[in-house]
């Protein structure tokens, strides 16, 4: 059975940058659209970025575009997003699943990491 695991948060100054990465600990990506999302404490859980299983198609949500960047490497199985010029608002639990590229919607995705957090602080 597939299983995600992120990895990557931490805490980071204004302006710097992470990169998340999403393995599968069993099972495999390679047929998998993969979505990023995030929720902040007393927030909804919002939609950042979706690649299709071929990495061809990627979408970001407008919050992210042009600071953050979608990839994959199917030979790892594993799924990657770069995260650069943080601000505090990026400061969030971070999740990758699988699922559906519609929109980026957290119902179109049906297996969930557990999350990595990341702290964008000075």
């Known amino acids: 059975q597939l299983q995600l695991v992120e990895s990557g948060g931490g805490l980071v100054q204004p302006g710097g940058s992470l990169r998340l990465s999403c393995a599968a600990s069993s099972g495999t990506l390679r047929y998998w659209h993969i979505g990023w999302f995030r929720q902040a404490p007393g927030k909804e859980r919002e939609g950042l970025a979706c690649?299709?299983?071929?990495?061809?198609?990627?979408t970001y949500a407008d919050s992210v575009k042009g600071r953050f960047t979608i990839s994959r490497d199917n030979a790892m199985n594993t799924a990657f997003l770069q995260m650069n010029s943080l601000k505090p608002e990026d400061t969030a639990v971070y999740y990758c699943?699988?699922?559906?590229?519609?929109?980026?919607?957290?119902?179109?995705?049906?297996?969930w990491g557990q999350g990595t957090q990341v702290t964008v602080s000075s």
């Open positions: 699943a699988v699922g559906t590229c519609r929109g980026i919607v957290a119902e179109d995705f049906g297996l």
């Open positions: 690649i299709s299983s071929t990495g061809v198609i990627t």
